[in-house]
């Protein structure tokens, strides 16, 4: 299977108890590849995994698998901090039919280099599905540089990096480094990231406009109409910045909620957006005529 393209870093639907929301998930899942993306990645930091029990995790991985059916590539997130607890997780994922997983590092034990390459080892000796290895020192606390990237590039089923600094010299160096053994997906700097040589990007703001965030990857594979790309990129920077910081989970949902799809708020100990930064997700919905269209 090739990975390649804009894929969805998944929110997770809740209900007004705060108990996941199937029916709207399923729709979500619908809506989502409907509006052209390329993949789908649950139980992500935008996914709140921190804040689902096993058992609904579980419940989130199957239902996003079983509803994409085979459409997209499926990767579910399996972090955690105990090593057997992402091999279980990992397991599971391969055993109900992901066509990947997506792995942060362990987020407390600020674990060293050899420790993360037993850890990533550990688990790519466990399944038989690739791994999608994630750097994001802002809420990991640790960050894989690109020489020890290259290193885990080595773990046989290690084939691919969600790579989310500010950096995007970050992507050149990985190719180049890694070679063909390592997929480059952009994390926070689609764009940027694409014209260093990533493969995909696995975006947030495609949440709320999959479409236009797939479409950026569209018309910059093989340098079709980077231009093009860059005047859609420029015109929906207003939502990607909107969802690229501490509030990514709020707000994403409060520009759902705008546009006609209510996937709940966020599990505490997130709170719901300020009242200034609700009115600014409604203006934003409305200067850019956005709204959840289903087919």
């Known amino acids: 299977m090739s990975f390649r393209g804009t894929y969805t870093v998944m929110i997770t639907p809740f209900d ?11 729709r979500f899942v619908d809506w989502q590849i409907e509006n052209g993306i390329r ?24 239902t996003v698998v079983e509803q994409a059916a085979g459409r997209v590539p499926v990767l579910i997130g399996t972090g955690a901090e105990n090593t057997l607890d992402v ?5 599971e994922a391969e055993a109900m039919g992901a ?24 688990v790519a000796e466990s399944i038989n599905i690739p791994i999608m290895l994630y750097n994001n020192p802002a809420t990991a606390n640790v960050d894989m540089l690109p020489p020890l990237v290259a290193r885990l590039s080595e773990i046989d089923n290690c084939t691919m990096i969600k790579e989310s600094t ?37 975006a ?37 910045r909107f969802v690229g910081g501490g509030g990514y989970v709020a707000g994403s949902k409060a520009l759902l909620r705008h546009m006609g799809l209510d996937v709940g708020g966020p599990r505490p100990p997130r709170l ?23 087919a």
């Not at 091999?87 to 397991?91: F, K």
């Not at 990947?100 to 050899?114: E, L, N």
């Not at 949440?207 to 929906?236: H, T, W």
């Open 99 to 122: 066509d990947g997983v997506m792995i942060i590092p362990p987020f407390y034990s600020t674990p060293t280099d050899d420790e993360l390459f037993m850890h990533y080892r550990r």
């Open 16 to 26: 007004q108890d705060q108990q996941i929301d199937l029916p709207t998930l399923r």
């Open 39 to 62: 993949g789908l990645v649950p139980l992500g930091s935008t996914g709140e995994f921190l804040s689902l029990t096993d058992e609904e995790r579980h419940l989130v991985a199957r």
């Open 166 to 202: 500010m950096d995007v010299t970050r992507v050149r160096d990985i190719i180049r480094l890694c070679g063909d053994r390592l997929d480059v997906f952009g994390g926070i700097m689609g764009f940027e990231s694409f014209l260093e040589g990533a493969v995909g990007w696995v």
């Open 204 to 240: 947030v703001a495609s949440n709320v406009v999959p479409r236009e965030m797939s479409q950026i990857y569209d018309l910059c594979e093989n340098f079709r109409d980077v231009g093009k790309a860059r005047e859609i990129y420029n015109q929906f920077v207003p939502i990607i």
């Open 87 to 91: 091999i279980r997780y990992s397991r």
């Open 272 to 294: 719901p957006l300020p009242p200034a930064d609700e009115r600014l997700a409604a203006r934003l919905v409305a200067e850019l005529s956005l709204s959840y269209s289903p």
